[in-house]
């Protein structure tokens, strides 16, 4: 491994890759190290029997604004602009329609009230109204959208995601992994399978230790997920307790994603979805037969994909295909097969999903985005103040992470 550098790179997912792309062609010289033995963190994009499923991020969220969108479009990948089925139920199965619709008005009134009349407490639960008939479902999708339930969500933070969105979803046929993965500059040295054991910054230089040698380098970009940050599998300097525990305050939720693979004949249709139960807070929801290919991708949240780690993925495969059973009879059991499960909580090198805020801690975000002594600058979903949790989001603090350390070494020349 190269010994010195002038900008290392830690973490090689979409705002690692970014920062790599901003600096690549500066006459900087760059070296990004990555922990997993693959490129993206939590851009993957698997393929198993000739089904490319995406593990990690799938869809291209706020896609009119989303840069992602037009790099694919510049490097030839296809956009899928359809419009998304998440918010549709099939058939109305699992409940009458009377009861799905009141479910989605809960969900509306709820997320309304954020906005006209947040609560004091900045607790997310404390805008639902007390005896909601349908806070199961509100707390499966505060599972599924911030990986937490409503307890544990902050409301500024909700609001700030929310407001900032289109809410226009596109998706690439190829994958949202393969995309991001795809784009790695050339001319960047990566090191995988590189896991960071210590970070120094006791003399003029940063030092990286691996197990591979010790990398010294005039500015850092840190871009590893917050569950790294505040946690002990990298020895931090005590003179970064402030971004730990920012990172703290940032947790990462919970949330997986399930494949079943359709085998024979079955009644799914394709580009269609389905919600398990609405009285089950951990419940899975469907999306069934992306771009036509003959596989269910169930997306867990929160409790349910808490229950994947604690329970096993034979468990989650056969919780899932069980609801699938009760919403379109047995006929279906033979039909599915399971096929492929993310493990993003039980990933040292990750640990969860994407952030959310704890209550109170909004201002966590724009914290963990400070840089240190012009030398360690941070990027990361986490440090993006409204487009966390998103590629996207991701990509934009990598560059803005960028910016930051060329400026810095740029000035120490004058």
């Known amino acids: 491994m190269t010994h010195a ?46 089904l490319s ?48 619709e009141a479910a989605g008005a809960a969900f509306d009134t709820w997320s309304r009230s954020l906005v006209d009349e947040p609560p004091a407490s900045d607790r997310a639960i404390d805008a639902v109204e007390r005896g909601e008939r349908w806070l199961a479902y509100l707390q499966a999708l505060s599972g599924y959208i911030s990986g937490d339930e409503l307890e544990r969500i902050s409301t500024a933070d909700y609001v700030a995601y929310d407001s900032a969105s289109t809410y226009l979803n596109w998706r690439l046929p190829a994958g949202y992994g393969t995309l991001i993965t795809s784009r790695f500059p050339a001319d ?12 120094d910054i006791n003399g003029p230089a940063v ?14 970009i840190i871009t590893v997920s917050t569950h790294v940050l505040a946690g002990e599998a990298i020895s931090w300097p005590s003179a970064l307790a402030p971004w730990r525990e920012a990172a703290a305050r940032l947790p990462l939720g919970w949330n997986e994603k399930l494949f079943l693979e359709i085998v024979g004949a079955s009644p799914f249709e394709a580009e269609t979805h389905v919600h398990g139960d609405l009285h089950d807070p951990a419940s899975g929801t469907y999306y069934i037969r992306p771009f036509d290919q003959a596989v269910i991708e169930c997306f867990l949240g929160g409790a349910g994909a808490r229950r994947v780690l604690t329970e096993g993925t034979d468990a989650a495969f ?30 040292p090198a990750i640990g969860g999903g994407y952030s959310h805020a704890l209550p109170g801690h909004r201002t966590a975000r724009d914290q963990i985005a400070r840089p240190f002594e012009e030398r360690l600058f941070f990027a990361g979903e986490a440090t993006h103040s409204t487009d966390f949790s998103t590629a996207h989001g991701a990509l934009l603090s990598g560059i803005r ?7 810095a070494l740029s000035g120490k020349r004058q």
Not at 72 to 100: I, K, M, N, V, Y
Not at 188 to 199: E, G, I, S
Request: hydrophobic residues 45%; aromatic residues 6%.
């Open 5 to 50: 550098c002038d900008i290392a790179i830690i973490g090689a997912g979409a705002a690692g890759i970014g920062a790599a792309r901003r600096l690549a062609g500066r006459g900087l010289s760059i070296v990004v190290l990555e922990a997993l033995p693959r490129l993206g963190g939590r851009a993957w994009t698997a393929t198993t029997r000739g």
């Open 53 to 100: 499923l995406d593990l990690g991020c799938g869809w291209l969220h706020s896609a009119d604004r989303n840069p992602w969108a037009r790099i694919a479009e510049t490097a030839g990948f296809r956009l899928d602009r359809r419009r998304s089925a998440w918010d549709q139920q099939f058939g109305d199965l699992g409940a009458a329609p009377a009861d799905w």
């Open 188 to 199: 960047v040295a990566l090191h995988l399978a590189t896991p960071v054991q210590r970070l």
């Open 207 to 220: 030092e990286l230790v691996t197990h591979r040698g010790t990398l010294r380098c005039r500015a850092a």
């Open 318 to 347: 056969a919780h899932a295909t069980d609801q699938l059973v009760g919403l379109f009879g047995g006929d279906v059991r033979r039909a599915l097969r399971p096929a492929l499960a993310s493990a993003w909580g039980a990933t």
């Open 401 to 407: 992470a960028a910016d930051e350390a060329a400026g």
